[in-house]
Each structure stands twice: as C-alpha cells, then as structure tokens.
C-alpha cells in the first residue's frame, strides 16, 4: 500500500533535498518519525512545489497531489497502524504538514481537513472518556472510514464554518441532524468548505436535535456526509486572493440521510474534545510554519542568485540586504521554538499554561508567516514578486492563516487577554 516517494526521488541527481524545518537531532525526534517527515518533504520537494503554482493559477484543486498523499501512505498518516495507516502522533503530523506547506500551502492546508478526521478519531479519540460499549462500537466505526482511506484512497474534508459564531464556538451549529431511523437527516449550509467538489466525504459538524428539542452545542455530531448522497450540493464560486488550490465553496444539505456508521465521534465525544483537548484547533497552523520557511528559503537563494530560472546575479552582498535575513532568520527561529513546543504539548487536560501557549504560537505562526513573506518581497525587489516564482503566491497563501477559525489572530489575542486575566468563574462583579 504505502510506496516511496519514487517517481520524482529517482531524478534527483537534479534536486538536492533541502534540509528539514526541524532537524530531527536537534529537536530531539526519533528514526520514526524522521523518516515519516522526510517523506512529506521529499514528496513535497520534488513533486508538489513544481504543480503549485498551476493549482494556484486555476484555483484547481490539487487531486494528482492526492493521488501521490496516498501511493506513499500519507492520506493515512493519522491512522493507527492496526488499521493499516502510518500511525503517526499529533506532533509527528504536525510536523510532517510543515514540510508539505512549504511547497505548496493549498495542498498542506487541505491535507490537514482530510488528517483531522483521522487525527480527532483516532488518537485524540483515545484520550477521552467513552464507556466500554461507546468505545467499541467507535472502534467499529472507524475502521469502516480508516479502510476507506488506506484501501480506497477517500479523501475526508471538514465543514465547520457556517458564517456565524458557530465556528468560533460560541453557539451550536447551525446545521443539524435530525434522528431518524437508521441514523440522521441532515440540512444546513457551510460556507468555506475546502474540498468542495472534490473530497468523498464531508465531516460536517453539526447539531442533533430530536423534535421539540432546543440546539445545544453539547449535541453536536461529526458526520461523515458522502459526496454523492442525495441532497447534496456545492454552490457558489471559488476566486480567493490566496489559498487558491483549496477549492473552499458552498456545500448545501437538504434532507441528507446518512446512516449511524458515518459517526466519525460517538454523541458528546466532540464536545468533550473541543473541552479537554484544545490542541485540537492548532492543527491549522502547520501549513504556515511551512509557508514561514518557505519565504525564508526563497529570500536566501534569491539573495545567492540561485533562484532557478532567476539570472545567477547575487545580491547579498549589499548590508542592508543582510539586516533584513537576519530580521528573518530571528522571526522564523523564534515561530519555530514555540510552535514547536506547543505541537509537542498537545494533549488531553493541558495546563492554562500550555493553552495559553497554543494560542500565542498560533497567532505568532499566522501573523509571523505573513511578515516574513512581506520582509522577503521588501528584501529580494521587483523582480521577486513575478508570478512565474513562488514567493508572490506565499504571500498570498501567507495572508489567509489568520482568518482561520475558530482560532483567528483576533480570537487567539482575546482568549490570551481574558484567560490570562480571569481564572475560570471569576468576574468583577
Ligand atoms: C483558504 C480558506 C480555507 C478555509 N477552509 C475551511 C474549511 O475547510 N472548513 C471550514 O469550516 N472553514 C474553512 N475556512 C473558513 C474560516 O475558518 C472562516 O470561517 C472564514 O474565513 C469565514 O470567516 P469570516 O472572517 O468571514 O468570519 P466572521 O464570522 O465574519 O468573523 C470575522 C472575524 O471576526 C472575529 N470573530 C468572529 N467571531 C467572534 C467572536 N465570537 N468573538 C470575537 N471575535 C470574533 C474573528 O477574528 C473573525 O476572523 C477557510 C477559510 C479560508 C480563508
């Protein structure tokens, strides 16, 4: 099932691989997981930054990267390896979408929609209280969705947003599952959905609400919703400034019935989750820590003359242009220490300390990957910002991560302020 990075890793007499975001010695990462991240990177290296810009170009979707995610066993890099995926924990994925988001941000960003479904089923899962009976039977399920992906190559997309404050998390979703025999019938609407059109399954959060009953977000429900199900529709179209390749519309649900296997989480699970494993919304951030490093590595072989394509002319030379990499290498190594720390945090019942922590990380990633894209345009000129090379499109890409919910750069500073000021409970009143 799982195959080397092949195709492309067979001509690399051409391409010498660049070195990782985090050296595995250096941030102290076992053979394991060096080798699932030097995968992603390698794949990343060779085969994903030379489509990039054509998914950027066409606001396409990235379905060839897909294809080559599961020829090399990253479409279930969460999967426990029981069920026949990589197995790899949430730090280890973590870092691996890192490396994908360096050389192409739509596809890393996507990629982790397809993860979460694995990564919140499977390990997160694990960390949370089920009773023996709940357990097994999402046990059972899983592996139904697990061998869809390992055998069949589903890819899993994750509807949140709804253009309320459902996403943010302060109300129940506005979509909602209604019991009925067998399993539920969902209507609704979700706006932003990345892979509309193109993944096999829609992981809709929702709220199960029985007649008569009122929405309450301790009733919400994370469906597998097939693609093709009657009532299913993608609207709308799909012009972004950046994360072009993401394909993120309208999806329409009217009437949908899908039945009880396609809980990805039994009922209360997600809510205990969003609760007592907060990590669990960081998960957004990889893709720019990718991108981050992305604009540093152009800036110093811009600088070099050894952008390919680019005359051999060398800039570095000049002071101020070695002001400004050196701005960048101390933003970039400060993004990395505590993003690196808080992806190695994430756990069930973290400390305020470590929440706290998540949120800054995340707002230093989203808001430091697109200041490093602005220094490295300021720094390499005119002639940089073509959009025959990448560094227009990192910027742009770069733009996008602090819109991201439930964690936004703007959410991200309210909670630091409020949690770091009032204990739970506590008003001034
Ligand atoms: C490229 C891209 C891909 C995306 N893919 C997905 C996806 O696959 N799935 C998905 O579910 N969503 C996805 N999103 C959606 C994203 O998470 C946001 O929901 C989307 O950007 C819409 O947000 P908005 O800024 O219009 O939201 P609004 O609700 O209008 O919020 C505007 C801003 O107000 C602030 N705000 C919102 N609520 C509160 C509050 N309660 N308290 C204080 N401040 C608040 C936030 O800072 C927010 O950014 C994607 C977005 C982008 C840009």
């Not at 996507?110 to 097994?136: I, K």
């Not at 947003?161 to 996403?167: L, V």
């Not at 893709?287 to 604009?295: H, R, S």
Request: proline share 5%.
């Amino acid at each position: 099932m799982t195959a080397p990075v092949s195709k492309n890793a067979a001509t690399l007499g051409k391409i010498a691989l660049d070195a990782p975001i985090f050296d595995p010695v250096a941030f102290r990462l076992n053979d394991e997981q060096a080798t699932v991240i030097a995968r992603a990177r390698e794949l990343g290296q060779t085969v994903f930054a030379e489509r990039a810009g054509a998914y950027d170009r066409d606001a396409k979707f990235p379905t060839e990267n897909y294809k080559d995610l599961h020829r090399t066993g990253l479409l279930g890099i969460s999967i426990p390896k029981a069920h026949g995926g990589l197995g790899a924990d949430y730090q280890t994925y973590a870092l691996a979408a890192a490396e994908i988001g360096r050389y192409c941000g739509a596809t890393a960003l996507t990629w982790n929609m397809h993860v979460c479904s694995t990564l919140w089923s499977g390990p997160l899962a694990d960390d949370l209280d089920m009773d023996a009976a709940m357990r097994a039977e999402h046990e059972r399920r899983r592996a139904i969705h697990y061998k869809r992906i390992v055998e069949d190559g589903a890819i899993y997309s994750q509807p949140f947003s709804e253009g309320g404050a459902a996403a943010a998390g302060g109300v129940a979703f506005g979509t909602e599952a209604k019991p009925v025999k067998g399993g539920w019938l969902v209507n609704g609407k979700k706006i932003f959905a990345s892979l509309s059109g193109h993944a096999d399954y829609y992981g809709v959060l929702c709220t199960e609400i029985a007649e008569g009953e009122k929405a309450s977000r301790r009733n919400t429900l994370y469906l597998a919703v097939p693609a093709k199900a009657d009532g299913v529709s993608v609207v709308g179209d799909w012009d972004p400034l950046g994360m072009r390749g993401t394909v993120s519309r309208t999806l329409l649900f009217k009437d949908v019935f899908v039945g009880e296997d396609a809980a990805l989480m039994p009922r209360g699970v997600y809510f205990q989750a969003a609760q007592r494993w907060p990590h669990m919304f960081l998960t957004l951030s990889p893709t720019y820590m990718g991108l981050a490093q992305a604009a540093y590595d152009f800036t110093l072989r811009y600088l070099r003359g050894e952008v390919p394509g680019t005359p051999p002319v060398k800039r570095r030379m000049y002071p101020t242009k070695q002001i400004a990499v050196a701005q960048m290498q101390i933003k970039l190594e400060q993004i990395k220490a505590i993003w690196f720390q808080a992806v190695s945090e994430a756990r069930a019942n973290p400390s305020k300390e470590q929440v706290l922590r998540a949120y800054a990380a995340q707002y230093s990633v989203m808001e430091g990957a697109n200041e490093l894209a602005t220094l490295a345009i300021r720094t390499c000129g005119g002639q940089a910002m073509l959009k025959s090379l990448p560094l227009e499109r990192i910027y742009r890409d770069s733009r996008c991560g602090s819109l991201m919910l439930p964690w936004t750069a703007e959410l991200c500073l309210d909670r630091i302020g409020r949690e770091a000021l009032y204990e739970p409970g506590e008003t001034d009143d």
